[in-house]
């Protein structure tokens, strides 16, 4: 009977460890479903992470052209800028020039009424009758204060424009 009871120990050892085993099984397959099932979720995961990164780089490009469109207008309306501000430092500069000859024949036309006034009267001066002339609009009676006053002020405005 001892074989017998041998025989039995060694029966029932195999049977536990072939229990042991289907339950390890078991629960292998569960793990194995699992991951099966976070593969497919981790496959839709990185579908969608390959989406937006295609959508991203599109919209990359879109901005890049965008900037270089930016770049070159905002480089030519700077180029006309610049070129509006030399014509207009020009304008000024001319401008200025003006008024420092208007201003210097109104001195000189004051100067000479002066040392007129001043000097003495030798013989009646004859009036000579010439047609008054009216060059670039501005009469010939328009008196030198007048005429500086209207340069003056045209300068100023120029000035004002200018900044």
């Known amino acids: 009977m001892s074989s017998f009871i041998v025989s039995l120990?060694?029966?029932?050892?195999?049977?536990?460890?072939?229990?042991?085993?289907i339950g390890y099984c078991i629960v292998l397959n569960r793990r194995l479903l699992r991951l099966r099932s976070?593969?497919?979720?981790l496959k839709a995961t990185i579908a969608e992470l390959i989406t937006a990164t295609?959508?991203?780089?599109?919209?990359?490009?879109?901005?890049?052209?965008?900037?270089?469109e930016c770049?070159?207008?905002?480089?030519?309306?700077?180029?006309?800028?610049?070129?509006?501000?030399a014509e207009i430092e020009r304008e000024v500069k001319s401008g200025q020039e003006v008024v420092e000859r208007v201003s210097r024949?109104?001195?000189a036309a004051r100067t000479a009424a002066v040392e007129r006034e001043n000097?003495?009267?030798?013989?009646?001066?004859?009036?000579?009758?010439?047609?008054?002339?009216?060059?670039?609009?501005?009469p010939a009676h328009a008196s030198a204060a007048s005429t500086l006053a209207a340069a003056n002020a045209f300068a100023a405005r120029i000035n004002t424009r200018a900044a």
Not at 55 to 64: D, M, S, T, V
Not at 119 to 138: N, S
């Open 9 to 21: 120990i060694v029966e029932l050892m195999v049977s536990g460890l072939l229990a042991a085993t």
């Open 38 to 41: 976070d593969e497919q979720a």
């Open 54 to 68: 295609e959508i991203a780089e599109r919209a990359i490009h879109g901005l890049k052209l965008t900037v270089r």
């Open 71 to 85: 770049d070159g207008t905002l480089g030519e309306r700077l180029r006309t800028a610049e070129r509006f501000v």
């Open 105 to 107: 024949i109104t001195e």
């Open 119 to 138: 000097a003495p009267q030798v013989a009646p001066i004859v009036p000579v009758t010439v047609a008054p002339r009216e060059p670039l609009g501005i």
